[in-house]
């Protein structure tokens, strides 16, 4: 991957773009997120799995991708570009929100210029955990292989920039991890392989250890602004709901009761880690909550369903199972919750966001 020669980053276009960062962003769902006075966002970076990647997973060999119709049908030109959404995902959300740009590309994407590099990207790949084996069962990009790609991402800032000045834009920007839901519904309780050794306080421990090690890596590197989104009432989705909600499809109780157990953990070793790392701000984001008040209470958000998702039957079908030929995909998925049977459509990612980030935005600054 190299960046394009025709287009150097110059002392004046930084100054320039530090001018016209927004201080305040009104996203379309009403609410007003606000920067601190004086503070700017120099890039969004995340890192994770599905619900933030941006298109990475289109050029590795796995079977966990979305490249194809009906993904994208409501993005800019109708095309699907490699996110698990009917259009936009938290990624580009997060990154609007945060006055940097309206879409966080994926770094893979051989097309990016030197701009976008310094403006944030998502080393986000669809089916990475915390627990190394998730990425491996489906041939994905591991968190420690995102972590070597963001190495390799400092190097060429680096070169283009120097590296007081990359200090400043690592130090300054904004870091997101969203993962794990992939390590509760598919490899703990979908595979015998992790089962066989661990129950779900040992295998929540070895999720927590996991995430420690990547977070104090992460902050090795530069990195000081860093939120980790919390694991979602993943038992909620509707995948879940078809495969261990019985007859009647309800909320799989032993996958929230994992979430939960997971996540207060994480918060707990996130603040130890505040406490022990100078200028760290490690913010926990709270999701498991708003997103089950959009599935509980979905009219109240403008929703029509929250039980099954727009692709096909709604029920199962995610990735290679939800296509052009799926029947019965809705007209309208902005009435969904959900796009496909996993992963939230674009409307609900974008209230999301906003719901997310109007009660943590303050502890980044």
Request: charged share 20%; aromatic share 12%.
């Amino acid at each position: 991957m190299k960046f394009s020669s025709s287009k150097p980053l110059s002392c004046s276009y930084i100054i320039i773009f530090s001018i016209l960062v927004f201080n305040i962003f009104h996203n379309s769902t009403g609410s007003t997120t606000r920067l601190p006075n004086n503070e700017t966002v120099p890039a969004v970076i995340i890192f994770g799995d599905s619900i933030v990647d941006t298109g990475n997973n289109n050029y590795i060999e796995t079977v966990v991708k979305c490249d194809f119709p009906p993904y994208g049908r409501d993005f800019n030109g109708g095309k699907p570009t490699g996110r698990f959404s009917n259009g936009k995902v938290p990624a580009d959300f997060l990154a609007e929100i945060f006055g940097v740009k309206k879409i966080l590309p994926a770094y893979l994407d051989p097309n990016l210029q030197l701009q976008d590099f310094l403006t944030g990207v998502s080393f986000a790949s669809g089916g990475a955990g915390y627990d190394p084996l998730t990425a491996k069962i489906v041939s994905v990009l591991s968190l420690s292989d995102q972590l070597d790609l963001f190495r390799n991402y400092i190097k060429k800032i680096k070169e283009a920039v120097g590296e007081s000045r990359t200090a400043t834009i690592l130090s300054k920007s904004i870091f997101i991890v969203c993962t794990g839901s992939d390590d509760i519904a598919n490899t703990y309780f979908s595979t015998p392989f992790r089962r066989a050794h661990y129950d779900i306080p040992g295998y929540t421990d070895l999720m927590v250890r996991s995430a420690t090690s990547f977070l104090q890596e992460l902050y090795g590197l530069g990195a000081r602004r860093i939120g980790v989104l919390s694991l979602p009432s993943i038992g909620c989705v509707p995948s879940q709901r078809t495969l261990a909600g019985g007859i009647l499809r309800g909320c799989s109780e032993s996958a929230n009761q994992a979430a939960i157990l997971f996540n207060s953990k994480l918060s707990s070793q996130m603040d130890s880690i505040n406490k022990r790392l100078p200028d760290a701000r490690l913010v926990y984001l709270d999701i498991y909550k708003p997103l089950l008040a959009l599935i509980q209470n979905p009219s109240q958000y403008g929703f029509q369903e929250a039980n099954k998702g727009c692709c096909g039957t709604g029920k199962i079908e995610v990735s290679i199972l939800c296509t052009s030929f799926s029947p019965e995909t809705c007209t309208n998925a902005s009435e969904y919750v959900f796009w496909d049977s996993y992963h939230p459509s674009e409307q609900a990612s974008k209230i999301l966001t906003s719901m997310v980030l109007d009660d943590y935005i303050y502890k980044f600054f």
